[in-house]
């Protein structure tokens, strides 16, 4: 049964994911002239709707399944975008098929807040006081030996679940029970509360040598959730030096000689430390928008360069400024949503997205899916990029009732 979409001159692709997340890969991928083949375990994904995709229904955590779909197309190279789940897959795919990815070792250090965090501190990289707990007794003992404010969080998961921020004289026993449940492999991270501007740094590392392609400042919703609002780009901090050698020290430390990483590091009093390191591109359209707005530099296409074994360009060939801003919003039933027309005319204004629209139900914010919608700004600098997000958010008449 193969293969009539297979144009056998040309490298194939292995994507994991065909998701609306996975979409910019796909969508490059077919525009690079490539043979794409994309998995994923809905069968109405979006991705196999793109022209030209081959579709296999298969889990992108099916590891068995992903190698034997790579075997059958003979791929050339494995990847997936902005997503952890997959990681440890294209790690196996990598391996079993002799192609360029990381290691199976770096996708649990990339994918394990706890053992990230013992790895980090073993090489010397600058992490916050840390415990790992597998149940109450210890997380008791972990937090009296913590003097102030803690984050509790499970080891693997994202987009901010579970994740909580708690104080001595709080109700520690039900701040356990909430993250726990979001604690896929049962272990959760206890973590002295770092206090300081935070950034992310994304990367991408080619035989070896880890390129830092932009920084970028992070606003989230704060205590307790932390959830991502806002990125702008580049980094307003003066201290991009220390920050990047941090990430490098952290890429290098966990092992990704080849790929992408998107590092998360809070600057505190004592210098840059890190939040956590993803083996993957930054999500909320910072690697797939904010870097070529502010950079030129198409990090979704030297992705699959470098998963093919080819040359990425990350030479920069702009230096203006991004940012992406989520919309404010409360819980009830999404009445109006007005001005769109009117902030998408506005300059620099380069996309307005509704994730939940008018009718659906929407909730505080206590995680990154539950937010209603953002837009993306090019801007002279990142204080420009910024100040126009505002004055678009501005301009938009939400009605929550
Ligand atoms: N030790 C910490 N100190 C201060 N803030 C933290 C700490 N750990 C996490 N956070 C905040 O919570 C957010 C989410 O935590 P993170 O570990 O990145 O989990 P996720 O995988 O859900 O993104 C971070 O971006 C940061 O804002
Ligand atoms: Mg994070």
Do not use: W
């Not at 790690?91 to 790895?119: F, H, N, P, Q, W």
């Amino acid at each position: 049964m193969l293969i009539n979409k297979m144009d056998s001159s040309k490298k194939t692709i292995m994507i994991l994911g065909a998701s609306i997340l996975q979409l910019p890969a796909i969508e490059k991928a077919v525009e690079m002239g490539l043979n794409v083949v994309a998995l994923d375990m809905n069968p109405s994904a979006v991705g196999f709707g793109i022209p030209g995709v081959v579709k296999e229904v298969v889990s992108t955590i099916d590891i068995p399944a992903a190698i034997e779909v790579a075997k059958k197309y003979k791929v050339d190279g494995v990847m997936t975008l902005a997503t952890d789940m997959p990681m440890r897959t294209v790690a196996a795919v990598a391996k079993e098929c002799g192609l360029i990815g990381i290691s199976e070792d770096t996708a649990v250090k990339a994918t394990d807040k706890s053992v990230m965090r013992e790895t980090l501190k073993n090489a010397g990289v600058p992490v916050p006081e840390f415990y790992r707990v597998m149940n109450i007794d210890e997380f008791r003992m972990a937090v009296n030996r913590i003097e102030g404010p803690f984050m509790v969080k499970p080891a693997d998961s994202s987009g901010s679940r579970g994740i909580l921020k708690v104080e001595h004289g709080d109700d520690i026993d039900s701040a356990y029970a909430y993250t726990k449940q979001f604690a896929r492999n049962g272990v959760v991270v206890v973590e002295e509360c770092m206090v300081g501007p935070e950034v992310s740094v994304e990367t991408l590392a080619v035989d070896g040598s880890v390129h830092v392609v932009q920084i970028t400042d992070k606003m989230t919703t704060g205590a307790p959730h932390f959830v991502e609002m806002g990125h702008t780009q580049p980094t307003r901090l003066g201290c991009a030096e220390e920050i990047k050698k941090v990430a490098i020290a952290a890429n290098k430390a966990i092992g990704i000689k080849n790929g992408p990483s998107h590092t998360e590091i809070i600057v505190t009093k004592e210098g840059p430390k890190i939040v956590e390191l993803g083996a993957r591109l930054g999500g909320d359209c910072i690697t797939t928008h904010l870097v070529p707005l502010s950079t030129g530099v198409n990090m979704v296409e030297a992705c699959i360069k470098i998963a093919l074994g080819e040359k990425p360009n990350i030479t920069p060939s702009l230096q203006c400024g991004s940012a992406i801003r989520y919309f404010r919003q409360h819980a009830g039933v999404v009445k109006k949503i007005e001005g769109i027309s009117n902030v998408e005319q506005m300059p620099g204004v380069k996309q307005v997205s509704i994730v939940h629209g008018v009718g659906e139900t929407v909730t505080e914010i206590t995680d990154s899916g539950s937010r209603m919608g953002f837009v993306i700004v090019q801007g002279l600098c990142a204080d420009d990029a910024a100040n126009k997000c505002e004055r678009a958010l501005n301009l938009m008449k939400i009605i929550i009732q």
